[in-house]
């Protein structure tokens, strides 16, 4: 598991052991108890901690506000 912290939010990144290139974001400061993403490489290769970033960057610029939760 690794943390990162991203303007003021705390993701936990879990690798997939049995899934290279698989990992679970988990949003621990977000609003909504359990809620965050997965992503997956099709290259089956290890991110680095700037491709979690960037990740988290993108997940986080759709969520909605007032609600918490990606905009529909």
């Known amino acids: 598991m690794q943390r990162c912290e991203i303007d003021g939010e ?3 990144v ?4 049995r899934h290279p ?3 679970d974001y ?3 400061s977000g609003p909504n108890p359990q809620y965050g ?9 290890s991110s680095t901690t700037a ?3 960037a ?6 610029a759709e969520i ?6 990606l905009a529909d």
């Open 10 to 12: 705390v993701f936990e």
């Open 14 to 17: 879990v690798a997939r052991p």
């Open 21 to 23: 290139g698989v990992y």
């Open 26 to 28: 988990n949003w621990t």
């Open 37 to 45: 993403f997965t992503s997956a490489r099709s290259d089956r290769s």
């Open 51 to 53: 491709e979690h970033e």
């Open 55 to 60: 990740a988290i960057r993108g997940f986080l």
């Open 64 to 69: 909605d506000p007032e609600t918490g939760y």
